[in-house]
Structures are given as structure tokens and as C-alpha cells.
């Protein structure tokens, strides 16, 4: 089952966190994980309204080897990022320097992959644990 | 001191971020909902962006919160129901100054790290110069010998000349090599390491450096050897800046502490504007980084035309450090 929320202004950022909030309460998540879950979500969604204009973010469950995980996929068709590998370095921009945006939802998070094409848009793709 | 706690809560909730904040958790308390959080979420990056500090914002929420304490008749159970909320929505004003102690935390490692493969090139290059550019060096002399056979002796004379001025640089090298890795640090401990790098320093840089040591134990290796590089960089330092022409180091031991001072007669600077106005000292970055590691603490005495005076102290016990939390990742079978 994937929820999707449809991202086109900053507004939007706020039903995207209830469903996240939901499925990770529902999945058992501590408190300060459901809290992490739906900071990576407003980063995430942020970001797509910031640089993108429109997306969206798509939430599921995961199973593996009888863990229960929440895995969150932020989609945009923008214009894609240019270099990866400046983007989630500290330091490019202030918000980076203080750890936020990309950086910052890498570190909340247990996984995290991206994919982004210059003019074909950027997926991210993180993972969320519930902690044994 | 009644005045001062109103003063102050007048102040913090009066503006707009404390109003929004306050607000927002009002809403929050009575309706609940993922709206207010979100706007905690908000305030809380516009907290972190904006330069704002965790106390303010906590010291925000605990007035915020006795405010509405005190104009509701809250029943024991609903307070503390109420309490619990709040500390939701307070997480929530958290969530991004938690990523940027991550990322704080992270760089620390990365910094650590960094100076370990410092260290470990330093060593290559000592042992390259000592090794290699000896056997070389050792190699010249025999050629030289060589060659000079059957010369006339004025020729030879010349030739022996050249010799001793190889055998200078041959010495210049020898103690550059034990300097930067000193060998003598594992055998015969930190005092005379310091000895020879101040014998060595001195001469270079036309210093007078005097060693005073009161320390009789051995010291765990590493704690040496950081202790050591931070006194290369302070002598370093000394000789980039400060123009002086005498420089003492004391070395002893007060309690549990490990006590090192090192105080020149140079020109000095002004702690204060230096920290405010100029990039920051690479070298005290360095002194202060490796102290870090070790759980110790630099003191900087300075004034303009009043020397400098740099006082180390470090705990014997070395203070463990703990790596990080390493993320969770994908559970694991053996998990």
C-alpha cells in the first residue's frame, strides 16, 4: 500500500505529515521517531516546493527480516540537480551549513538513495526503522 | 529578581516568534492536531536559520507554558496530560537543531579522522627522510671518496669541504626527521622530546627556548604524542607571529592534571578582538582540536606588547570518547 500526497505548495507539506505521522504511529514508532519521520517528510517536501515547483511524496511500509520500517520517496519533475555530490555536502549554502535539507534528512534517517537527472527531475528515496 | 523573571517574559513572548509560538502551542493543547506542529516545526527552523539558540526557544516553551497554566483551572490529571502534549510540541521545535547536532557530530569524527591520517603522513615522511634520504646521502660520501682518490690534494681539500657541508645538511636532516616524528618520544618519554624540539626550534628561528620539567612519570604514548604536537604548534606559532626572542615551556603536573605553560616575550595580540575580527588561528584550532580529544583546556593570556601565554591542562586519565551513534541501518540476520 503507498499513500500519496500530491506536493504543489507549501501548504501540502501539512498532509503529508499526517500521513506520516499516522503510518509511523501505526507501525509502533517512538515518539521521537514519528517526530524525525515527519521533519525528513517537511525537508523533503520542502525542497520539491523550493527547487521543483511541484512533486510529490509517496509513503510506505516495509518488512524486512521481520522488522517494520517507513519508507518515504520524495518525486519532482524540476529541473533535477546539477551536482549531487555539492548537494549534500555541508557548507554549499547557510540552510546546508547548519546541517539542514538533504544532509540533515540523511542523518535522521537509516537509508537514504537519490536519484536526479538534470531536467528529468530528482527521487528521493529514504528508510526508517523502528527501532527494536 | 520577581521583576527581572516578568521583564524578561514580557520580552521573550511579546515579539512575534514568541507570540507565534506561544500561539501555536495554545492550539495545539486545546485541539491538538498535525497543523501547530507543523508550525512548531517552522518556528523551530526559523529559530535555527535566524541564529536563534535551543535555550532560547526551551526557555520560550517553559513561558509559554506557565502562561497558560496560570490563566486555566487545570485539574491535576488534564495538567498533566497537558504537560506531556507540550513536550510533543516541543520535540517537534527540536527536530531541526537535532539534525544540525548530528551533522556537528559527524564533522568532529570527520575532524578526528583527518588528524589520525595527518599523523600517519607525517610518520611516512619522517621515516622517507630518514631512511631514504640517509642511505642516499651515505651513498654521496662514498662516491665522493671515490672520486677524489688520485686527486691533488688541493682538489681534495675542496672536495672535503663539500663533505662536511653534506654532512651538515645530513645533520639538518636527521633532526627534521626526529622532530616531526620523534622517536625519542617512545624511548625516553616527553622531556627530552621537548628538549630536542626546542634545541631544534631554537637554533632555526634564533630563539632562546628554555625546558623546565617537573614531571617524573612516563605518559600513555598518544597522550604524549598530542601533547608534543601541541607544543610543535604552539613553538610554531611563536615563531609565525609573535616575534619574541626568549620563550619558556614548564611542564609538571598539578593533581590529576597534566600542566603545560608556554609563555613568550613577543609582541602579543588582543584575545578579544583576534576572536571577534580575525580568521581564527589555525595553529589554536589545531591546539584546541587535539585538547578536545584529550579532555583538556587551553588558556590564553595576551595582550598587545605583553607576550603570550598559552596554559594546557589535560587530565592524566584520558577522557574515552565516544565515536558516535552510528545510524541504524537495515536490521541485520545476526541481529
Redesign the interface.
Given at each position: 500500500m503507498v499513500l500519496c500526497t500530491p506536493i504543489r505548495a507549501y501548504g501540502d507539506?501539512?498532509e503529508a505529515?499526517?500521513q506520516g505521522?499516522a503510518l509511523a504511529s501505526e507501525l509502533g514508532f517512538s515518539?521521537?521517531d514519528c517526530?524525525?519521520v515527519?521533519?525528513a517528510i517537511?525537508e523533503l517536501a520542502r525542497n520539491i516546493v523550493l527547487y521543483a515547483g511541484e512533486g510529490e511524496i509517496r509513503l510506505s511500509r516495509e518488512r524486512?527480516?521481520?522488522?517494520n520500517g517507513i519508507t518515504i520517496t520524495a518525486c519532482d519533475h524540476g529541473p533535477g540537480i546539477r551536482d549531487l555530490r555539492n548537494a549534500l555536502q555541508?557548507g554549499g549554502s547557510?540552510?546546508r551549513g547548519?546541517?539542514?535539507g538533504l544532509?540533515?534528512?540523511r542523518?535522521?534517517?537509516?537509508?537514504f538513495d537519490i536519484q536526479s537527472r538534470p531536467t528529468r527531475g530528482t527521487t528521493v528515496t529514504v528508510?526508517k526503522?523502528k527501532?527494536? | 529578581m520577581e521583576g527581572d523573571v516578568a521583564t524578561f517574559e514580557t520580552g521573550i513572548l511579546a515579539d512575534e516568534f514568541g507570540r507565534e509560538y506561544a500561539g501555536a502551542l495554545e492550539r495545539y493543547l486545546a485541539a491538538g492536531g498535525?497543523?501547530p506542529?507543523?508550525a512548531a516545526?517552522e518556528l523551530g527552523?526559523q529559530g535555527?536559520?535566524g541564529g536563534g539558540g535551543v535555550l532560547q526557544i526551551v526557555g520560550l516553551h517553559h513561558l509559554a507554558l506557565a502562561r497558560l497554566f496560570a490563566t486555566g483551572e487545570e485539574e491535576p490529571q488534564s495538567a498533566a496530560r497537558a504537560i506531556s502534549r507540550a513536550g510533543?510540541f516541543c520535540?517537534?521545535s527540536m527536530?531541526?537543531f537535532?539534525?544540525?547536532?548530528?551533522?556537528?557530530g559527524?564533522?568532529n569524527i570527520a575532524l578526528r579522522k583527518l588528524n589520525d591520517t595527518l599523523e600517519e603522513e607525517v610518520q611516512r615522511i619522517a621515516l622517507a627522510l630518514h631512511d631514504d634520504a640517509g642511505q642516499l646521502m651515505v651513498a654521496v660520501h662514498l662516491a665522493l671518496d671515490d672520486a677524489v682518490r688520485g686527486l691533488p690534494a688541493d682538489v681534495q681539500g675542496r672536495i672535503c669541504g663539500v663533505k662536511a657541508l653534506l654532512g651538515l645538511v645530513e645533520e639538518r636532516i636527521r633532526d627534521l626527521s626526529h622532530e616531526l616524528r620523534p622517536a625519542m618520544l617512545d624511548h625516553l618519554g616527553l622531556v627530552p622530546a621537548v628538549e630536542f624540539l626546542a634545541a631544534n626550534v631554537g637554533q632555526r628561528a634564533g630563539l632562546n627556548i628554555t625546558v623546565t620539567s617537573t614531571l617524573k612519570d612516563m605518559l600513555p604514548p598518544k597522550f604524549a604524542l598530542s601533547l608534543y604536537r601541541i607544543i610543535q604548534e604552539a613553538l610554531a606559532n611563536v615563531r609565525r607571529h609573535a616575534h619574541a626572542s626568549r620563550v619558556q615551556i614548564q611542564l609538571g603536573k598539578r593533581g590529576t592534571l597534566m600542566r603545560c605553560v608556554i609563555s613568550d616575550d613577543g609582541i602579543g595580540f588582543d584575545p578579544v578582538v583576534t576572536a571577534k575580527t580575525a580568521r581564527p588561528g589555525l595553529g589554536l584550532v589545531g591546539i584546541r582540536e587535539r585538547l578536545n580529544t584529550l579532555g583538556g583546556k587551553l588558556r590564553i593570556q595576551s595582550g598587545k606588547g605583553r607576550g603570550t601565554k598559552l596554559e594546557i591542562t589535560a587530565p592524566f586519565v584520558q577522557v574515552k570518547h565516544a565515536d558516535s551513534n552510528p545510524?541504524?541501518?537495515?536490521?541485520?540476520?545476526s541481529?
Open positions: 507539506i501539512l505529515r499526517k505521522r515518539s521521537i517526530t524525525l515527519v521533519t517537511s524486512h527480516l521481520g522488522a555541508e547557510t540552510l547548519l546541517g539542514l544532509p540533515g534528512v542523518r535522521i534517517m537509516d537509508e528508510k526503522w527501532a527494536t | 498535525e497543523a506542529l507543523l516545526y527552523r535555527l536559520t510533543e520535540a517537534e527536530s531541526t537535532e539534525m544540525t547536532l548530528r551533522a556537528i559527524e564533522t545510524p541504524r541501518r537495515r536490521p541485520s540476520r541481529a
